[in-house]
């Protein structure tokens, strides 16, 4: 008995370190068995099977192997007064051995319900197959957080065949806990359909996250390398993504790919549409668009929030379009070597700061209203067409190359522009022809100053 106070004295201590807070009605229900064992089965739990008034934890001291619960189709048919629950931590402080819990063949049907607050700390893991999952605790967020977050961090969490809908959760979170503490993270999900509102990845530590063929429908955006060590990695191969909305205003970044630290987002065979992006908002952040996707965002920034900060875009078979374009604070380089990119308005270069270059090797690029490319931009490389085609053009005529100090680098690719304007220095160098206006031998506007 005596060995049993001091466990759950340790547990204690467990819990209040990882930061957890029980709502006052929700009592904490422990997994005391030190095997493997069922969701349901009352003896396993400290206080009984699990109920909606529980805060329930697998957090198993010292195991010494790894303990499964399972909670399957005979759980959610049988014994569907234990799905719901107000909170759900999964973890071990010692981290020697995982505890994980499986959700196998429960069905899209009867998710298991989690009221308020879902972690998963270092020492724990989540897997589900066939099943799925909800946190909701009666509220919708929009701006403001409501009191329900979900934190994915530990050994991994692993879903196929499933849904994960945490929509109704403010934060859910890929290396690190919103509020702190946590560690790093792993998502992995295969033809699944994953529901948050706002989704972190590599917050204050490292966080992954993989998706395969998923549908993903963000109800708030994408946040990734929060803290100034935090790298997130994120990967979409497959399936659809949409995360729009106007909540903070149509230029308010919803894409935040290095906010103090490094995020690294790669796209490819998916259809994705998404709001306002910053590539490198304080941190370091990149995006890559590859082959068969097609990719509609709101306007977006490279280097937004810092002279330090940096951003690259890599176009490598895909079509993107968006309507403006900028570089503004940091460095930004945009990279485009096949596929399409389609954007009415082009700034590169925009404070006495930013550097920055568009480099064509393949692929069109058209700019239908303005390229503007200042005398900050990389010397000799503000924009260097050496392959593709570059079209500043529209129906009427009136797209405007500027080089405002910057430069213009022609090698094998095509150029053409409606008006072009060299001036501060700007300056136009090349092998091939440059062709200003709608015809070979007529001309809009050239014009040369400074």
Not at 57 to 76: K, Q
Request: charged residues 5%.
């Amino acid at each position: 008995m005596k060995s049993r106070v001091v466990d759950l004295l340790k547990l204690t201590a467990f819990i209040t370190l990882a930061g957890s807070s029980l709502p006052a009605l929700a009592a904490p229900n422990i997994y005391t068995n030190s095997s493997s064992g069922r969701w349901e089965v009352s003896s396993n739990w400290s206080l009984g099977a699990p109920s909606a008034t529980d805060s329930s934890y697998i957090t198993n001291l010292a195991p010494i192997t790894p303990i499964t619960v399972t909670l399957d189709a005979t759980t959610a048919s049988s014994f569907t007064n234990t799905l719901t629950v107000a909170n759900l931590t999964i973890g071990s402080p010692t981290i020697s051995y995982a505890n994980t819990l499986l959700l196998s063949n429960a069905g899209i049907s009867a998710p298991l319900h989690v009221i308020s607050n879902l972690t998963i700390l270092p020492g724990g893991a989540l897997t589900l197959f066939n099943s799925a999952l909800t946190v909701d605790n009666g509220t919708t967020p929009t701006t403001t957080d409501l009191g329900s977050e979900v934190e994915f961090d530990g050994s991994q969490v692993l879903a196929v065949n499933s849904t994960i809908d945490t929509s109704h959760a403010m934060y859910t979170t890929v290396g690190g806990n919103i509020f702190g503490g946590g560690g790093t993270g792993n998502l992995s999900m295969t033809n699944c359909t994953f529901t948050p509102h706002n989704f972190y990845v590599g917050y204050l530590f490292n966080g992954t996250a993989t998706f395969l063929n998923c549908s993903n429908v963000f109800g708030y955006g994408l946040t990734m390398g929060g803290a100034a060590l935090a790298v997130g990695n994120m990967s979409i191969q497959g399936g659809t993504w949409i995360a729009t909305n106007t909540y903070s205003g149509p230029d308010s970044p919803l894409i935040n790919l290095g906010v103090n630290g490094t995020g690294n987002l790669t796209i490819s065979n998916a259809n994705v549409q998404l709001g306002a992006t910053a590539i490198g908002n304080s941190g370091a952040g990149s995006l890559i668009v590859q082959s068969n996707v097609v990719i509609t965002l709101g306007k977006t920034f490279l280097g937004l929030g810092d002279p330090h900060s940096s951003g690259t875009f890599s176009i490598d078979g895909a079509q993107v379009s968006m309507p403006e374009l900028h570089i503004v604070q940091g460095t930004g380089m945009v990279n485009v070597a096949s596929g399409t990119l389609a954007v009415p308005v082009v700034s590169i270069g925009e404070t006495n700061t930013a550097t920055g270059g568009l480099n064509i090797t393949g692929g069109t690029t058209l700019i239908s209203t303005s390229l503007t490319v200042s005398s900050n931009s990389i010397a000799g490389a503000g924009v260097s067409v050496s392959g593709g085609a570059l079209n500043i053009t529209n129906a009427t005529h009136t797209a405007t190359t500027m080089m405002n100090g910057g430069s213009l680098l022609l090698g094998a690719g095509a150029f053409q522009t409606d008006n072009l304007i060299l001036t501060n220095g700007g300056s136009v160098n090349g092998i091939s022809d440059v062709l200003v206006g709608t015809t070979v031998g007529t001309t809009n506007t050239l014009a040369l100053s400074g």
